[in-house]
């Protein structure tokens, strides 16, 4: 079973920018895809980033292109959320996610045991 830690959030001012971690234990995860999701309070989680197993291929929901690159670490056991140019509207908690198989973009695509336990992003206006 593979453990998800996400780490790097915090308050920023509108206009800032923060490396979001997300760290395997366990198990390797650098076979796997990985995304990152984000829910705002009262809303459902959402889908912001994913890579594919070589980093090779990354998707961006529209709200976040241009702005956020996600990526993976050198021994793939790792992926990072570089976000950048952040707006008021980014406030969220951010969760990692992982698949075996394909790439998530969307809640559906995460088995309950493949999530970490999510890091807040606050972003003042």
């Known amino acids: 079973q593979v453990q998800l830690v996400e780490s790097g959030g915090g308050l920023v001012q509108a206009g800032g920018s923060l490396r979001l971690s997300c760290a395997a234990s366990?198990?390797?995860?650098?076979?796997?895809?990985m995304g990152w999701f984000r829910q705002a309070p009262g809303k459902e989680r959402d889908f912001v980033a994913a890579?594919?197993?070589?980093?090779?291929?990354?998707y961006y929901a529209d709200s976040v292109k241009g702005r956020f690159t996600i990526s993976r670490g050198v021994a793939k056991n790792t992926v990072y959320l570089q976000m950048n140019s952040l707006k008021p509207e980014d406030t969220a908690v951010y969760y990692c996610?992982?698949?075996?198989?394909?790439?998530?973009?969307?809640?559906?695509?995460?088995?309950?045991?493949?999530w970490g336990q999510g890091t807040q992003v606050t972003v003042s206006s």
């Open positions: 366990g198990r390797t995860i650098s076979s796997y895809a």
């Open positions: 996610a992982a698949n075996p198989i394909i790439i998530p973009r969307n809640v559906r695509d995460v088995e309950d045991d493949y």
């Open positions: 890579i594919n197993h070589s980093g090779g291929l990354t």
